[in-house]
Nanobody, 124 residues
């Protein structure tokens, strides 16, 4: 069993930066993957970025590529999402997720464990 706790959300202005953190407890296998998804009001949950636990392979949605960076701190079992040049359309609840067998899936159904989410609001 894996538990995930996100933090770092907040209210910022367009062009600002935020860094989200997700701390995992439990066993993370070397073949696992971790990802960030987001869900805006009235919209479906969408993929933002993923990273493989073992090799550091990353993947990004086109909408965040070049602005967001996902990374790992394995010693702390933490996945980070550095978000730069934030836009109002980035406003959403951001969720951390774990895929027990990394597949670079961009679908929420490809993930086994989820955090409770952290709110990010970007004002124009």
């Amino acid at each position: 069993q894996v538990q995930l706790v996100e933090s770092g959300g907040g209210l910022v202005q367009a062009g600002d930066s935020l860094r989200l953190s997700c701390v995992a407890s439990g066993i993370i296998l070397i073949g696992s993957g971790m990802a960030w998804f987001r869900q805006a009001p009235g919209k479906e949950r969408e993929f933002a970025a993923s990273i493989s636990w073992g090799g550091g392979t990353t993947s990004y949605a086109d909408s965040v590529k070049g602005r967001f960076t996902i990374s790992l701190d394995k010693s702390k079992k933490t996945v980070l999402l550095q978000m730069n040049n934030l836009k109002p359309e980035d406003t959403a609840v951001y969720y951390c997720a774990v895929d027990r067998y990394y597949s670079a899936s961009t679908s929420p159904t490809g993930y086994d464990y989820w955090g409770q989410g952290t709110q990010v609001t970007v004002s124009s």
